[in-house]
Nanobody, 120 residues
Framework: QVQLVESGGGLVQAGGSLRLSCAASERTFSTYAIGWFRQPPGKDREFVAGIDASGDRTFYVGLVKGRFTISRDNAKNTVYLQMNSLKPEDTAVYYC?????????????WGQGTQVTVSS
C-alpha cells in the first residue's frame, strides 16, 4: 500500500493562498488516482478534488471549483492542491488518499493530514 504524507498546511487570512503537497516514496504512486479530502472541526470527512493517474482528468466539488487546483508531478511522486481565495469555511484537516481508478473513486491509504486554518 502506498504511504502518503501531506504537508503545506498552516494559518492564513481569508483571501489568501496555500499549496498542499501529497508525497509518496513508492514508484507505484503514478499508477493511482489521488483524492484530496478535508475534515472540518466537528464534521465528517468530505471529498474536495481528485486527479487521475496521468493527470489528464480532474474533478472538484462545487464549493471549491474555481478556487482550488489539483495537479500532480509523477516524476516527484507528488500531488498538489493549490488553494486560492481561501475562506474561513475552508478550515479543516486536509488528507490525501489513493484510488486504483479515477471514476468511481474508491479511496484508501490515508495520510496523517495537514491542518489548514483560515482566519476571517
Amino acid at each position: 500500500q502506498v504511504q502518503l504524507v501531506e504537508s503545506g498546511g498552516g494559518l492564513v487570512q481569508a483571501g489568501g493562498s496555500l499549496r498542499l503537497s501529497c508525497a509518496a516514496s513508492e514508484r507505484t504512486f503514478s499508477t493511482y488516482a489521488i483524492g484530496w479530502f478535508r475534515q472540518p472541526p466537528g464534521k465528517d470527512r468530505e471529498f474536495v478534488a481528485g486527479i487521475d493517474a496521468s493527470g489528464d482528468r480532474t474533478f472538484y466539488v462545487g464549493l471549491v471549483k474555481g478556487r482550488f487546483t489539483i495537479s500532480r508531478d509523477n516524476a516527484k511522486n507528488t500531488v498538489y492542491l493549490q488553494m486560492n481565495s481561501l475562506k474561513p469555511e475552508d478550515t479543516a484537516v486536509y488528507y490525501c488518499a489513493t484510488s486504483p481508478q479515477f471514476d468511481p473513486g474508491t479511496y484508501d491509504g490515508w495520510g496523517q493530514g495537514t491542518q489548514v486554518t483560515v482566519s476571517s
